[in-house]
Structures are given as structure tokens and as C-alpha cells.
């Protein structure tokens, strides 16, 4: 296996906005957590074990038909920069970024499956899909697991399920989520009553990067958090369902905004596109915010036909700090990283004549 060979301003397929539901549901995954029953949990095992379980892992996956053409990266072998772009494409975790330690990732070609080797787990597998598309991606995650589990003897308990390092992954070992985009509800100032309500529904709501962070340009991950006693399917069908009433939700407030706000809201759409087409120096975090009032026009039809939810979010990841860097092709200090943004924004922009 190879070097992951992504460039950095190759698309993600799963950012397409070619899925059900695309205007609010940016993406959906599936994540499974697993663990080999011949090693300890990561925080027992020494360097030699470490080494040897990435290479029973690694044959493992060379036996797979679906990821036989998936490259393979050793995460000690690259740099923080790529570390930093692996994790912007969400091929790996926060959690493996900083994980100094023998460990690895395995990626698809088209970059829909990442399979990360000795992170909290000994095995985390994702696969995306566009849109809100759980079924498909569990689909793909359960056919993929069940060729690895020909090769691996997975801890496993006939009460508990899988075993993992985490007590509140045991069980089914899977986390379902979707990315949803929700500034309508945001700007209502709704977005706080559905987030208490999802509470009370044991659902868990992240930031743009998962466990940690923060819910920048009104970005939300919700997921399941209960994996014990429960099916899968029950799971992703619990999941699916609450989902589709916040579309509904984030729809009604964006048709109050569309008739009852409409002058205010072009006069805030208008403005975040006029900075951004101007702006010298923009930072990562403004730059989501105004780019997420500019989707909020798309939306409510006050920017029309020219710039697609597609566009934006390739837009969303090449501004990202890895991606900018990748593209420089060294290393950018915080200050030139804003020079550099602002200049891709105002290009994207100008081509599309907005």
C-alpha cells in the first residue's frame, strides 16, 4: 500500500451535496469501534505489540475486496500538516493526530472509507456518504466489517457485545451521525430548544470536528449515544428519524426568514459576500461564519444560480488551515495562512462572477 496520493484541492465525494436532503444534511457516517482479542486495550500495549497489530491489521485488509485498493499511512511517517489535512477531510481523529505512537490509517480512493489503526480502539472504521444516507453508509461499514472479522478475531462478549477501551461504545461498538448545516435556526435563535430536546433523546451534539469543538458557521454533528441493547438498525432508524424533524424545523424557520425577515436577511447576506470578495485577511473562524450566512442566501433564494451548496463546501475545506498549506506546499504562520485564505476566497468568488 501506497501514500494517500489525495490533493488538496481534489474533491470529497462525500462533500458533493449529491445526497437526500443536501440543503441542511451536509453528511452522513458510520463509525465502527472494534478490538482484537489477542491484544490489550491501547493503554496496556507496549511499542512491539503495537507494530505487530498494524501488521495483522494490514493483511487483514489486504484479504478485503473492498478496500484492496485502499492506500495505507503510517501516521508517524508524515508531518503535522498532513496530519492537520487528514483530519479536515475527517479521515482521521483528533485523537490520532495527536498520537505519537506506531499507528496508522487506511483510505479509499475516493475517499468515502477510512479505517484508523490503534486510536482509542484498535480499529475504528468510517464510511460517509453525501446528504442524510445512514442505511448506505451502514450498509458499507457492515460488509466491510464482516470481511475483516474473516481475518480477526474481534473482542467480543456473548452478554456485552464488542468490547472496547470507551464503557459507552460497548456493545454494537457504532456511532451513527450526520453533519447538519443549521443557520436558519440559529438565527431565530431556535437552535438551543431543539438542542435541549435532542438531550432528552440521548443524542450527543458535536462541533465541525467531533468530540471538543465548537459549532462553528451553525455546523452541528448529532449521534447516537447509547450502543448497548440496541440493534443497529434501530439505532440508525432512531437516529434518522430525529434528523428528519430538525430538516423540518431548520425549513420552517428558513421560510420565516424568507418572508418575514427578508429585508434584514439580504442586507446580512449581501454584506458577508461583499467581505469576503474584499477582504486582505481573514481568519478561519470569520470566514466559516460569513460563508455560512452566504449558504443561508442560497437557501432562501436571495443568491441565485450562480454559487451551489457543492461549491461552498469545497470552498469550507480549502480554506482550512491544512489545505492552505498543502496548497503553499510548507509551512504558513497563522497571520499568512489569513493572507492566503482571503486571496483563495476573493479567486472563488471572482470566477463565479458574485
Avoid at 50 to 64: D, F, N, P, T
Avoid at 264 to 291: H, N
Wanted: with cysteine; charged share 25%; glycine share 6%.
Amino acid at each position: 500500500m501506497t501514500e494517500n496520493g489525495s490533493s488538496p484541492a481534489q474533491s470529497v465525494n462525500w462533500l458533493r451535496a449529491t445526497g437526500p436532503e443536501n440543503d441542511v444534511v451536509v453528511s452522513s457516517r458510520i463509525r465502527l469501534a472494534r478490538n482484537l482479542a489477542n491484544y490489550p486495550f491501547l493503554i496496556k500495549m507496549t511499542p512491539d505489540q503495537r507494530i505487530a497489530l498494524i501488521a495483522e491489521m494490514e493483511k487483514a485488509v489486504r484479504a478485503s475486496s473492498f478496500l484492496k485498493k485502499a492506500n495505507m499511512i503510517l501516521t508517524k511517517e508524515i508531518g503535522e500538516i498532513d496530519r492537520q489535512f487528514l483530519l479536515e477531510r475527517y479521515l482521521i481523529s483528533n485523537a490520532l493526530v495527536r498520537e505519537d505512537g506506531a499507528s496508522a490509517v487506511v483510505i479509499t480512493p475516493d475517499e468515502m472509507v477510512s479505517l484508523m489503526m490503534i486510536e482509542e480502539d484498535h480499529l475504528r472504521l468510517q464510511v460517509f456518504q453525501s446528504g442524510l444516507n445512514l442505511a448506505e453508509a451502514w450498509r458499507i461499514a457492515d460488509e466491510i466489517d464482516m470481511e475483516l472479522e474473516k481475518s480477526l478475531s474481534y473482542a467480543f462478549d456473548a452478554t456485552l457485545g464488542y468490547l472496547t477501551a470507551c464503557p459507552t461504545n460497548v456493545g454494537t461498538g457504532i456511532r451513527a451521525s450526520c453533519m447538519l448545516h443549521l443557520p436558519s435556526l440559529v438565527i431565530t435563535k431556535q437552535i438551543q430548544k431543539v438542542l435541549q430536546a435532542l438531550s432528552k433523546l440521548n443524542l450527543a451534539v458535536r462541533g465541525l470536528y467531533g468530540e471538543g469543538t465548537q459549532a462553528l458557521g451553525s455546523f452541528f454533528q448529532f449521534s447516537n449515544q447509547i450502543t448497548l441493547g440496541q440493534p443497529e438498525t434501530e439505532i440508525i432508524s432512531n437516529l434518522e428519524g430525529v434528523i428528519k424533524q430538525v430538516i423540518t424545523h431548520e425549513r420552517e424557520a428558513r421560510e420565516y426568514l424568507r418572508k418575514k425577515r427578508k429585508t434584514k436577511m439580504e442586507d446580512q447576506v449581501w454584506r458577508a459576500l461583499g467581505v469576503l470578495k474584499s477582504a486582505r485577511l481573514i481568519s478561519s473562524q470569520e470566514a466559516i461564519q460569513l460563508l455560512s450566512l452566504v449558504q443561508t442566501g442560497v437557501d432562501t433564494g436571495i443568491i441565485e444560480g450562480r454559487v451551489t451548496h457543492r461549491d461552498l463546501n469545497q470552498l469550507f475545506l480549502w480554506i482550512q488551515p491544512g489545505h492552505l498549506q498543502k496548497m503553499h506546499g510548507s509551512e504558513l504562520s497563522a497571520a499568512d495562512r489569513d493572507i492566503q485564505r482571503a486571496d483563495r476566497i476573493r479567486t472563488f468568488f471572482s470566477k463565479l462572477l458574485l
